[in-house]
Protein backbone atom coordinates (compact mmCIF):
# COMPACT_ATOMS: atom_id res chain seq x y z
CA UNK A 1 0.00 0.00 0.00
CA UNK A 2 1.44 3.09 -1.09
CA UNK A 3 0.73 6.48 0.54
CA UNK A 4 -0.54 9.17 -2.09
CA UNK A 5 -0.36 11.85 -1.52
CA UNK A 6 3.25 11.76 0.64
CA UNK A 7 2.88 11.94 3.76
CA UNK A 8 3.64 15.03 6.30
CA UNK A 9 6.17 14.98 9.33
CA UNK A 10 5.45 16.66 12.25
CA UNK A 11 6.00 16.29 15.92
CA UNK A 12 3.80 14.69 18.56
CA UNK A 13 2.31 16.44 21.31
CA UNK A 14 0.25 14.49 22.59
CA UNK A 15 -2.43 11.77 21.69
CA UNK A 16 -6.51 12.53 23.98
CA UNK A 17 -9.83 11.29 23.47
CA UNK A 18 -8.55 8.18 22.06
CA UNK A 19 -9.16 9.68 18.35
CA UNK A 20 -7.10 12.76 18.47
CA UNK A 21 -3.83 14.12 18.81
CA UNK A 22 -2.14 17.80 19.05
CA UNK A 23 0.71 17.88 16.22
CA UNK A 24 3.09 20.18 15.31
CA UNK A 25 3.81 20.73 11.50
CA UNK A 26 7.26 20.86 10.05
CA UNK A 27 6.39 23.16 7.65
CA UNK A 28 3.53 24.93 10.22
CA UNK A 29 2.24 25.53 13.07
CA UNK A 30 -0.19 23.21 15.70
CA UNK A 31 -2.82 21.15 14.35
CA UNK A 32 -5.13 18.46 15.37
CA UNK A 33 -5.34 15.06 13.48
CA UNK A 34 -7.23 12.29 13.85
CA UNK A 35 -6.78 9.29 15.17
CA UNK A 36 -7.84 6.06 13.61
CA UNK A 37 -6.95 3.74 16.51
CA UNK A 38 -9.06 2.39 18.57
CA UNK A 39 -6.54 0.40 20.74
CA UNK A 40 -4.43 1.86 23.86
CA UNK A 41 -1.26 2.80 21.36
CA UNK A 42 0.86 1.53 24.14
CA UNK A 43 4.38 2.81 23.64
CA UNK A 44 3.42 4.72 20.49
CA UNK A 45 2.36 8.35 22.04
CA UNK A 46 5.91 9.78 23.52
CA UNK A 47 5.52 13.61 23.34
CA UNK A 48 8.15 15.19 20.77
CA UNK A 49 8.56 11.72 18.75
CA UNK A 50 8.46 12.08 14.65
CA UNK A 51 5.18 11.05 13.03
CA UNK A 52 3.82 11.24 9.52
CA UNK A 53 0.12 12.43 8.50
CA UNK A 54 -1.84 12.10 5.95
CA UNK A 55 -3.76 14.67 4.38
CA UNK A 56 -7.34 14.14 2.78
CA UNK A 57 -8.67 17.10 0.02
CA UNK A 58 -12.06 16.28 1.30
CA UNK A 59 -13.50 19.85 1.92
CA UNK A 60 -16.20 18.36 4.43
CA UNK A 61 -13.62 16.60 7.05
CA UNK A 62 -13.32 18.36 10.17
CA UNK A 63 -9.80 16.91 10.31
CA UNK A 64 -7.99 16.80 7.27
CA UNK A 65 -4.84 15.29 8.40
CA UNK A 66 -4.72 11.88 9.85
CA UNK A 67 -2.05 10.37 12.03
CA UNK A 68 -0.66 7.40 9.64
CA UNK A 69 3.22 6.77 11.45
CA UNK A 70 5.43 7.37 14.11
CA UNK A 71 9.16 6.62 14.66
CA UNK A 72 10.40 4.57 17.37
CA UNK A 73 13.57 2.96 18.61
CA UNK A 74 12.64 0.41 16.30
CA UNK A 75 12.03 1.86 13.07
CA UNK A 76 8.52 3.16 11.83
CA UNK A 77 5.35 2.12 13.32
CA UNK A 78 1.95 1.90 11.47
CA UNK A 79 -0.87 2.76 13.85
CA UNK A 80 -3.80 3.16 11.09
CA UNK A 81 -6.22 0.63 11.85
CA UNK A 82 -8.49 1.58 9.16
CA UNK A 83 -5.24 0.20 6.72
CA UNK A 84 -4.75 -4.04 7.53
CA UNK A 85 -8.06 -5.12 5.72
CA UNK A 86 -6.67 -3.48 2.29
CA UNK A 87 -2.99 -4.52 2.77
CA UNK A 88 -3.97 -8.20 3.42
CA UNK A 89 -6.70 -8.16 0.28
CA UNK A 90 -3.31 -6.90 -2.07
CA UNK A 91 -1.49 -8.90 -0.64
CA UNK A 92 -3.29 -12.12 -0.86
CA UNK A 93 -4.17 -11.27 -4.80
CA UNK A 94 -0.53 -10.94 -5.91
CA UNK A 95 0.46 -14.16 -4.15
CA UNK A 96 2.47 -12.75 -1.27
CA UNK A 97 0.80 -15.25 1.69
CA UNK A 98 1.34 -18.26 0.29
CA UNK A 99 -1.26 -19.77 3.26
CA UNK A 100 -4.01 -18.17 2.02
CA UNK A 101 -3.30 -18.76 -1.84
CA UNK A 102 -5.47 -20.03 -4.94
CA UNK A 103 -8.71 -18.82 -3.79
CA UNK A 104 -10.84 -18.16 -6.77
CA UNK A 105 -12.54 -15.26 -5.33
CA UNK A 106 -12.11 -13.21 -2.44
CA UNK A 107 -14.39 -10.72 -0.48
CA UNK A 108 -14.49 -8.19 2.03
CA UNK A 109 -17.13 -7.43 4.71
CA UNK A 110 -19.57 -10.58 4.34
CA UNK A 111 -22.00 -10.99 6.90
CA UNK A 112 -21.70 -13.61 9.38
CA UNK A 113 -21.70 -15.13 12.39
CA UNK A 114 -24.73 -12.69 14.81
CA UNK A 115 -24.72 -9.91 13.40
CA UNK A 116 -20.90 -9.49 12.55
CA UNK A 117 -19.19 -9.09 8.81
CA UNK A 118 -16.03 -11.27 8.19
CA UNK A 119 -12.94 -8.71 7.12
CA UNK A 120 -12.06 -11.43 3.86
CA UNK A 121 -14.38 -13.88 2.52
CA UNK A 122 -12.70 -16.38 0.32
CA UNK A 123 -13.98 -19.09 -1.85
CA UNK A 124 -12.86 -21.90 -4.39
CA UNK A 125 -14.87 -24.75 -5.72
CA UNK A 126 -11.78 -26.75 -4.89
CA UNK A 127 -10.72 -25.69 -1.52
CA UNK A 128 -13.85 -24.74 -0.21
CA UNK A 129 -14.61 -21.69 1.92
CA UNK A 130 -12.20 -19.59 4.26
CA UNK A 131 -13.21 -17.01 6.90
CA UNK A 132 -10.47 -15.09 7.47
CA UNK A 133 -10.38 -11.80 10.40
CA UNK A 134 -7.39 -9.06 10.23
CA UNK A 135 -6.35 -7.69 13.48
CA UNK A 136 -3.81 -5.10 13.76
CA UNK A 137 -0.69 -5.35 15.95
CA UNK A 138 1.69 -2.87 16.84
CA UNK A 139 2.45 -3.61 20.35
CA UNK A 140 5.88 -4.46 21.48
CA UNK A 141 7.33 -4.06 25.02
CA UNK A 142 11.39 -4.64 25.00
CA UNK A 143 10.85 -4.22 28.96
CA UNK A 144 7.93 -6.72 28.89
CA UNK A 145 7.29 -10.38 29.45
CA UNK A 146 8.02 -10.64 25.68
CA UNK A 147 10.88 -8.96 24.76
CA UNK A 148 11.34 -9.22 20.54
CA UNK A 149 7.73 -10.17 20.03
CA UNK A 150 4.90 -8.46 18.25
CA UNK A 151 1.92 -8.65 21.20
CA UNK A 152 -1.92 -8.63 20.41
CA UNK A 153 -4.00 -6.94 21.91
CA UNK A 154 -2.93 -3.72 23.17
CA UNK A 155 -6.08 -3.22 25.11
CA UNK A 156 -9.23 -5.65 26.41
CA UNK A 157 -11.22 -6.67 23.49
CA UNK A 158 -14.11 -8.35 23.82
CA UNK A 159 -15.38 -7.83 20.45
CA UNK A 160 -11.86 -9.55 19.21
CA UNK A 161 -13.21 -12.23 21.76
CA UNK A 162 -16.65 -12.61 19.82
CA UNK A 163 -14.91 -13.16 16.66
CA UNK A 164 -12.66 -15.58 17.95
CA UNK A 165 -16.11 -17.47 18.91
CA UNK A 166 -17.90 -17.24 15.59
CA UNK A 167 -14.60 -18.37 13.97
CA UNK A 168 -15.14 -21.27 15.84
CA UNK A 169 -18.62 -21.96 14.97
CA UNK A 170 -17.27 -21.67 11.10
CA UNK A 171 -15.09 -24.82 11.47
CA UNK A 172 -17.51 -26.51 13.06
CA UNK A 173 -20.07 -25.63 10.10
CA UNK A 174 -17.10 -27.01 7.50
CA UNK A 175 -15.61 -23.86 6.84
CA UNK A 176 -11.80 -22.69 7.02
CA UNK A 177 -11.68 -20.14 9.22
CA UNK A 178 -7.96 -17.99 10.06
CA UNK A 179 -7.29 -15.01 12.03
CA UNK A 180 -4.75 -13.20 10.58
CA UNK A 181 -2.65 -10.79 12.85
CA UNK A 182 -1.26 -7.82 10.55
CA UNK A 183 2.02 -6.59 12.34
CA UNK A 184 2.79 -3.00 11.32
CA UNK A 185 6.00 -2.98 12.63
CA UNK A 186 9.42 -4.44 11.08
CA UNK A 187 11.02 -5.06 14.25
CA UNK A 188 9.51 -8.23 15.66
CA UNK A 189 10.52 -12.19 15.37
CA UNK A 190 7.29 -13.43 16.22
CA UNK A 191 4.20 -12.59 17.59
CA UNK A 192 3.05 -13.47 21.17
CA UNK A 193 -0.75 -13.32 22.89
CA UNK A 194 -0.83 -10.47 25.33
CA UNK A 195 -2.31 -12.37 28.69
CA UNK A 196 -1.48 -9.98 31.20
CA UNK A 197 -3.58 -7.23 29.20
CA UNK A 198 -6.85 -9.14 28.45
CA UNK A 199 -6.60 -12.83 29.64
CA UNK A 200 -10.23 -13.67 28.46
CA UNK A 201 -9.42 -12.81 24.83
CA UNK A 202 -6.33 -14.90 25.27
CA UNK A 203 -8.58 -18.11 26.98
CA UNK A 204 -11.01 -17.34 23.99
CA UNK A 205 -8.24 -17.39 21.39
CA UNK A 206 -7.14 -21.14 22.91
CA UNK A 207 -10.25 -22.45 22.82
CA UNK A 208 -10.52 -21.21 19.30
CA UNK A 209 -6.98 -22.75 18.03
CA UNK A 210 -8.43 -26.10 19.95
CA UNK A 211 -11.13 -25.65 17.73
CA UNK A 212 -9.15 -25.59 14.05
CA UNK A 213 -9.16 -22.00 13.64
CA UNK A 214 -5.37 -21.00 12.80
CA UNK A 215 -3.60 -17.88 13.30
CA UNK A 216 -0.91 -16.49 10.70
CA UNK A 217 1.02 -13.36 11.74
CA UNK A 218 2.31 -10.89 8.82
CA UNK A 219 5.08 -8.58 9.67
CA UNK A 220 5.20 -5.46 7.38
CA UNK A 221 7.95 -3.64 6.16
CA UNK A 222 7.22 0.34 6.45
CA UNK A 223 8.70 3.14 4.89
CA UNK A 224 7.33 6.72 4.65
CA UNK A 225 5.97 5.88 1.12
CA UNK A 226 4.96 2.47 1.52
CA UNK A 227 3.74 -0.06 3.93
CA UNK A 228 4.59 -3.81 2.23
CA UNK A 229 3.70 -6.89 3.85
CA UNK A 230 7.01 -8.80 4.34
CA UNK A 231 6.57 -12.07 5.67
CA UNK A 232 5.04 -14.53 7.94
CA UNK A 233 6.27 -14.92 11.35
CA UNK A 234 5.58 -17.28 14.35
CA UNK A 235 2.40 -17.20 16.43
CA UNK A 236 3.17 -17.91 19.95
CA UNK A 237 0.07 -18.39 22.09
Not at 12 to 25: E, H, I, M, N, Q
Request: glycine share 10%.
Amino acid sequence: MKFQPPLASARLVKRYKRFLADVVLDDGGPITCAVPNTGSMMGLTDPGSRVWLSKSDNPKRKLAYTFELIQTAGGLVGVNTGHPNAIVEEAIKSGAISELAGYASLRREVRYGENSRIDLYLEDPGKGICYAEVKNVHLKRDDGPNPGAAEFPDAVTKRGAKHLVELGDMVAGGARAVMLYLVQRGDCDRLKLCRDLDPAYCAAFDRAASAGVEAIAIRCQITQNEIIPEKTIPVEE
